[in-house]
C-alpha cells in the first residue's frame, strides 16, 4: 500500500528549488461503551466538582 505524501518545494542555491515529500498516514479509531457505568459516576464525582471544593 502506497502513502499520500504532501509534495513541497523549498529555496535551494543559485534560485532552484528542493523538493520535499511529507508522508501522511491515516489512523481509524472506534470507541465502544464497555457498559460500566458505576466507574462513570465516579470519574464525575471526582473530577467534576466546583473550584471552591477544592482545598
Known sequence: MEEEQIKRFAA???????????PTCHIFIS????GNKGLR????????????DFP
Open 12 to 22: 535551494c542555491a543559485k534560485g532552484r528549488g528542493v523538493r520535499i515529500e511529507k
Open 31 to 34: 470507541v465502544a461503551t464497555t
Open 41 to 52: 459516576k465516579l470519574w464525575d464525582k471526582k473530577y467534576n466538582q466546583p473550584a471552591s
